[in-house]
């Protein structure tokens, strides 16, 4: 979905249905809509709820969740965690990043693959822990990584991830 | 009326005063970094810090934030009080040295060391710059981004405001900005350029009189000649 050239009016109204004060709610209404914050949506949000744009972009800068840059279509996230980290997340990183040629926080140039990594999925017990479009691939090891590449690469018409359990 | 023990001595200040304004009040000076009179209080530079309760009991607050109340028993320059506000100086040292606030801050509380990594940075997130441009000038061009180490001050998507009007505001009041006076030292992180000058006024500071404003020390001698470098 284009979140230029035409006008926003009604746009916004739906996504400020429910502002009540706080500008988060809203930022989760544009992050789900259009998969990340794009300015100009931000610019006449500020407007229309009476929130100054240095505000909306403290907040939106402030929380890991909001992106101000459009995302891949596939997400790839590593847990980076106290029990992930001693079980060897930083090597599922290092072998995802040199696989899709990005730094974790970055999109792959093709926009298929955005790398992520985050402090903690609350599943140590299934550590390290790679979270694919919502898919959770338990216990990651590089090779499992590779593999994991693999089978994508192998139903590549699909457009996720085929899930590890 | 609000009575309170401040170092010692029973006092009353009126409702609504913070225990930095009551200082002021009874004449007692406290460092501050982010406090001004004209903006709102932030105590994010904690330098006006005071301990209150009693001894074993106490807890040091910051005073900007902190309202005067009923029977408090408030220390502004406790032995923990001095040796903390020591410390913060020597870590805005660490982060800060160009700056002229800050060196002055140090000569004046006795800070000769820095113990920490040295930064070069121009920013202490004090916060005045934003509370002026939004308090005083109405304008809502600047704020912090970010968050934890990578908070910083920006505008809205890193361009230019369409808000600022130029005014110029932000800078004037920050206290990170003014350049330090280039002393013989000039290459270390504490300046204490005025260690080797005679003070061409009465007050002496441990030979450090830097904090003088203006700084004439470190421009003039006592005879008020020009000093060889």
């Known amino acids: ?165 | 009326m609000i009575n309170f023990t401040l170092n010692g001595l029973d006092v009353a200040v009126e409702k609504g005063f913070t225990l930095l304004e009551a200082a002021k009040f009874y004449g007692i000076e406290l460092p501050t970094l982010c406090y001004n009179e004209a903006l709102s209080p932030y105590g994010a530079c904690r330098l006006c810090l005071v301990e209150v309760g009693i001894p074993g009991r106490s807890r040091l607050v910051s005073s900007c934030t902190y309202p005067a109340g009923e029977g408090l028993y408030v220390r502004t320059h406790s032995n923990r009080v001095i040796e903390t506000r020591k410390l913060l100086i020597e870590m805005y040292l660490a982060t800060c040295p160009g700056s002229k606030t800050i060196q002055d801050l140090a000569s004046k509380y006795h800070v000769t060391r820095v113990r920490f990594k040295q930064k070069h940075e121009e920013c202490i997130l004090c916060g005045l710059c934003i509370r002026m441009c939004r308090e005083q000038m109405q304008a809502k061009a600047i704020g912090f981004v970010e968050r934890g180490g990578f908070r910083r001050i920006s505008t809205p998507f890193e361009k230019k405001s369409e808000e600022c009007r130029l005014c110029g505001g932000c800078m004037y009041i920050c206290p990170a900005c003014q350049a330090r006076c280039q002393g013989p030292q000039e290459k270390s992180a504490v300046c204490n350029a005025c260690l080797n000058l005679s003070p061409p006024c009465l007050e002496r500071f441990d030979e450090m009189m830097c904090y003088m404003d203006p700084c004439v020390a470190c421009e003039q001698n006592s005879r008020g000649e020009k000093s060889e470098r």
Request: hydrophobic share 35%; with cysteine.
């Open chain 1, 1 to 165: 979905m284009s979140a230029k050239g035409h006008c926003l009016c009604g746009e916004i109204q739906e996504l400020t249905r429910d502002f009540n004060g706080s500008i988060i709610g809203v930022l989760h209404n544009i992050q789900e809509k259009y998969g990340y914050l794009p300015e100009n949506i931000l610019r006449e949000v500020a407007k229309e709820t009476g929130f100054s744009l240095i505000d909306v972009y403290s907040v939106a800068t402030f929380y890991k969740a909001f992106k101000l840059e459009p995302k891949g279509k596939h997400v790839v996230c590593v847990c980076t965690g106290t029990a992930c980290h001693v079980r060897g997340s930083d090597k599922a990183v290092e072998e995802l990043s040199r696989m899709l040629g990005v730094d974790p926080g970055d999109t792959t140039s093709d926009g298929q693959y955005s790398l992520e990594t985050v402090n903690c999925l609350g599943a140590c017990a299934l550590a390290p822990l790679v979270v694919v479009d919502d898919h959770y691939q338990a216990q990651v090891t590089p090779a499992k990584v590779r593999k994991m590449f693999q089978e994508y690469a192998a139903n590549s018409s699909e457009a996720n991830l085929p899930a590890g359990r």
